[in-house]
């Protein structure tokens, strides 16, 4: 019978403990598809509501800062940032779950039409500029510049080079260890396609992994180590890897803010997107916080360890935003 | 453990030898698993420690590792988790029960649900995330991206451990006891309820700690699912958006900075807290109602 | 056997009130009870829970593999030897992420079985008591551990060990990425299940059956082994069949630890991923949902559920054979 009552307890502090934590929130969950009833509408009044926005790990750093700033000066509005990847995060746009969809790739055709077939528009807005550097072990000296051709000798499909003599015959005697970024990621896509000339062209024999950190400690742990990733992991590592100059025809640029934002360092630096959808721009918040993404991304390119935008691409962000606002629906 | 420790006088020297040597293998089986937890829980621990304060409860997720904490994914883990074991448990228990005392087992399709219990155990977590967010959060169910989505997906995934762990513990029940209570006149489903069923308890126990143990590790369903990595406020209800520990941890080892990599070790420690808090629960009903038969 | 003496008299004077009573129903059918029927109708519908998800993965996992194996032919899926289905060109050959399964989980069961049984056995045969109640809850956290963690550790801390202490005529040492520490350490997180089932396994046998053997001058070691256990051997199996499964889908700890470079080889010190780890991937990557590149995780998926439904049939039939009923 004690076991019975045991039971009885047990249920009953369960049923306790979520009745005190239900109770204990405000209610109102907002989703994306909601209706700008739900938000406030008054000039110079409290923003209020929800912003989903979704997609690639890569860009959900830049959204993450730009969400803590704005409901630092917005307490009202609440936004979440999810990471199913680009093509996960494109899927739930076109399907009206999210408000914003971050993205480290343009959108495919696919996806275009999925989203015309559910009625949602959309703009491609820069947000940051992002370069992937080239990365080798601090006791690397001598391959402090490589050429893009001598990164495709390396890197390109049916490549067979374990060793550095073979890319350059000045080089030493050192055995080669690949690292990179799993095939599933867009800046696998974005290295293969400025490398190598195809997106997905590549030697398959390297050492791939979803982690940037692991690809650091694989560099870092040995002599005749190289990889590539994201510049954010660059800075953060220094005295573990070194940043390899690369040479796009111009002589050889070391990657940094400056020399991505200004285009000098090619052909590794590439733009990072934001897709909002017209009608989530509809709603006060939502292009509120758009408008302040774009206008504070020097504080959270910062933040988030990316590189600004230079002062035209702002301007033409602005414009997209405010047509996809005004007109687009 | 037996009543009688050694057996009537000594047996010849070959056979303690073995014996001596066979409990020392045994002993070093044992020794592995603690070995490796005390260097996993050292590992986390002093990785973690710096980080181990009251700003990692009161703290949101933050861009900043200095202004970062992890309560959202502290009171996700545990709407998510708590939603998981009401459902997987009563659930799980009574599959075993029907499973083991109603179902006749020459019938094919009492066998086919037992094979397919066993192939559950076996699908990746990802597809339980692909089903989840096929049929639960759209389709059929419409939930949305919330966590009563999350909960009954982890549910699903781990209700083949409930179910096999708490066939295995009905079954152990001798069949006397079951025949004596019919004797004395109760109904199946009385024989059942007092006599099987707190005589399964610790089997039942010990599943449903397994069970909510793996639920409370998981992230890639999840995030399949709609749990977010960046969320400033704790669940306020079933149709709340949410995150939970595991998506933390892996999104702050991810990250370049040193620091998010303690803080990551830091919110490993809150979580086997809770876990082992919740688990404290099964496991003082498991010492109360253990028996020998 | 007649009734004698008093308890005659006994039967008598009952029979004799029950005359002058309302007839006692007598033994024939028995009345249906419908909250029986009720309970019994509920609990079905718990067990049908399990049928109505795999309905579902199915009708989730086939019609994207139905329309993947449209653009790719079946035979160079099954039997093709290199995985690269996102390169240009792609090649679907499934074979490396097999190989890569099959080393994970034969590595992982080398230690998670031997070790699982042999903790089990001493918790119930040889440990005190109170030693027991207090070990077998600290061995359960190791299975509360993140994945995550697990595959960090093999990564982190595993790895380098290996690699330190690699002895030379065994071949080269692990790579940074390999199957041979995702395997150990997968090995140790399933080790908590096969020993806490099968420990409850061994202590629900009844203390007659040992008894019974030490009456007959068995050693402490004859009783474990060829009595105890093999009374247990329904749970045992159990345990075993959960821990398979276990490392067979477990996704997380072979994405961090053995890498994700498809590798066509049984060598555990080399890297290789697993259809799981694919899976993953793909699943949180960034390809489009419509793409083939993404209908290969369904592909995949499609395949281990096929898989593991063929070693469940087969494990199944080898159970009901050795299980033997005791009391």
């Known amino acids: 019978m004690s076991y019975n009552r045991l039971l009885l307890v047990l249920g009953a502090m369960c049923a306790l403990a979520f009745g005190v934590a239900a109770c204990g929130g405000e209610e109102g969950e907002t989703s994306g598809e909601n209706t700008a009833e739900e938000s406030s509408a008054a000039e110079g009044g409290e923003l209020s509501g929800t912003i989903r926005i979704d997609g690639s790990s890569t860009v959900a750093p830049l959204s993450e800062a730009a969400a803590e700033m704005f409901q630092a000066e917005n307490p009202g509005v609440r936004v979440t940032v999810g990471t199913s990847g680009t093509g996960g995060g494109f899927e739930k746009f076109c399907a009206g779950e999210t408000d914003i969809s971050d993205a480290s790739r343009a959108i495919e055709d696919d996806e275009v039409a999925a989203c015309e077939e559910n009625g949602i528009a959309w703009e491609e807005v820069q947000v940051a500029n992002d370069g992937l550097a080239v990365v080798i072990n601090p006791e690397n000296d001598w391959a402090s510049c490589l050429t893009v051709e001598q990164l495709k000798t390396i890197w390109d499909r049916g490549s067979e080079v374990d060793n550095w003599n073979q890319v350059d015959p000045s080089f030493p005697d050192e055995e080669m260890q690949l690292f990179g970024a799993g095939t599933d990621s867009g800046t696998f896509d974005y290295f293969t396609d400025a490398v190598n000339g195809e997106e997905g062209r590549s030697r398959s024999d390297y050492q791939a992994t979803e982690d940037d950190n692991v690809t650091v400690q694989g560099v870092s742990g040995s002599r005749g180590g190289i990889g590539y990733f994201g510049l954010s992991y660059v800075n953060e590592n220094e005295g573990k890897i070194v940043a390899a100059e690369v040479d796009g025809g111009d002589g050889c640029v070391a990657p940094s803010s400056e020399t991505v934002q200004s285009g000098d360092y090619t052909p590794l630096g590439r733009p990072l997107f934001v897709y909002p959808s017209d009608k989530a721009l509809q709603r006060p918040e939502v292009k509120a916080f758009v408008e302040f993404y774009i206008a504070n991304q020097q504080a959270i390119t910062e933040q988030a360890l990316f590189v600004p935008m230079t002062d035209e691409q702002v301007t033409a962000s602005e414009e997209k935003v405010a047509s996809l606002a005004g007109g687009g629906s | ?293 | 056997m007649p009734a004698a003496g008093p308890d005659r008299e006994l039967m008598q004077a009952t029979d004799a009130s029950a005359l002058s009573q309302p007839a006692v129903r007598p033994l024939g059918r028995a009345r249906p009870r419908w909250g029986e029927r009720a309970i019994q109708g509920l609990l079905f519908l718990c067990a049908a829970v399990s049928v109505v998800t795999t309905v579902c993965i199915v009708v989730a996992l086939v019609e994207p593999t139905i329309s993947f194996f449209g653009e790719v032919p079946i035979g160079d899926f099954l039997f093709g030897t290199e995985w690269a289905p996102l390169f240009s060109p792609p090649s679907f050959g499934v074979l490396p992420l097999i190989t890569a399964t099959l080393t994970t989980t034969f590595v992982a069961l080398c230690v998670c079985i031997p070790a699982g049984l042999g903790a089990a056995i001493y918790l119930s045969e040889y440990a005190h008591p109170r030693a027991r109640k207090v070990l077998k809850p600290v061995l359960e956290i190791l299975a509360g551990i993140p994945t995550v963690v697990y595959g960090f550790f093999a990564l982190t801390f595993l790895t380098p060990l290996l690699q330190d202490v690699w002895p030379g005529f065994l071949g080269d040492p692990p790579q940074i990425f390999n199957m041979l520490a995702a395997g150990l350490v997968m090995g140790v997180m399933i080790l908590p299940t096969v020993a806490s089932l099968s420990e409850d396994a061994l202590t629900a046998v009844p203390q007659a059956l040992r008894e019974g053997a030490y009456g007959m001058g068995a050693s402490k070691m004859q009783v474990a082994t060829r009595i105890v256990v093999p009374a247990a051997l329904s749970g045992i199996v159990a345990s075993f069949v959960l821990g398979i499964s276990r490392a067979v889908g477990e996704t997380m700890i072979v994405l961090v630890a053995a890498g994700g470079t498809p590798n066509l080889s049984f060598i555990p010190t080399e890297p290789g991923q697993t259809m799981t780890a694919f899976i993953a991937a793909a699943g949180i990557g960034d390809q489009p949902t419509g793409s083939v590149g993404y209908k290969t995780l369904f592909a995949v998926g499609s395949t281990l559920f096929v898989a593991t439904l063929l070693m469940n049939v087969l494990s199944i039939r080898l159970v009901r054979k050795y299980r033997e009923v005791y009391e």
């Open chain 2, 1 to 293: 453990m037996s009543t009688v420790d050694a057996p009537i006088g000594r047996g010849p020297q070959s056979d303690r030898v073995k014996g001596t040597l066979f409990r020392l293998a045994l002993l070093s089986s044992l020794a592995l698993g603690l070995i490796t937890l005390i260097a996993l829980l050292a590992d986390v621990v002093i990785s973690g420690a710096a980080r181990l304060n009251g700003d990692l409860l009161t703290n949101f997720p933050s861009g900043i590792p200095e202004n970062a904490g992890a309560q959202s994914a502290i009171f996700g883990t545990i709407w998510v988790i708590g939603l998981t074991g009401l459902m997987c448990i009563p659930v799980g228990v009574g599959a075993a029960i029907y499973l083991e005392e109603y179902a006749d087992r020459e019938r094919w399709w009492n066998r086919a649900i037992e094979l397919n219990i066993q192939n559950l155990a076996a699908v990746p977590s990802i597809v339980y995330g692909i089903l989840g967010l096929a049929f639960l959060v759209r389709g059929a169910f419409g939930l949305g991206q919330v966590v009563l989505a999350g909960a009954m997906t982890l549910a699903l995934l781990v209700l083949p451990i409930v179910i096999i762990a708490s066939r295995e513990a009905i079954r152990a029940v001798p069949p006397s006891i079951r025949e004596g209570s019919m004797a004395l006149g109760a109904t199946k489903w009385q024989t059942i309820r007092r006599q099987v069923l707190p005589g399964a308890i610790p089997g039942i126990a010990t599943g449903s700690i397994l069970a909510l143990s793996r639920a409370i590790g998981e992230a890639a369903p999840l995030v399949l699912l709609g749990a977010l990595t960046f969320i400033t406020f704790n669940p306020e209800g079933l149709d709340s958006a949410f995150t939970v520990l595991p998506i933390q941890i892996f999104n702050w080892i991810s990250r370049p900075q040193e620091e998010f990599q303690t803080l990551a070790a830091a919110a490993i420690v809150v979580l086997l807290v809770i876990l082992l808090t919740m688990n404290a629960a099964a496991i003082l009903l498991r010492n109360r109602y253990q028996r020998k038969w």
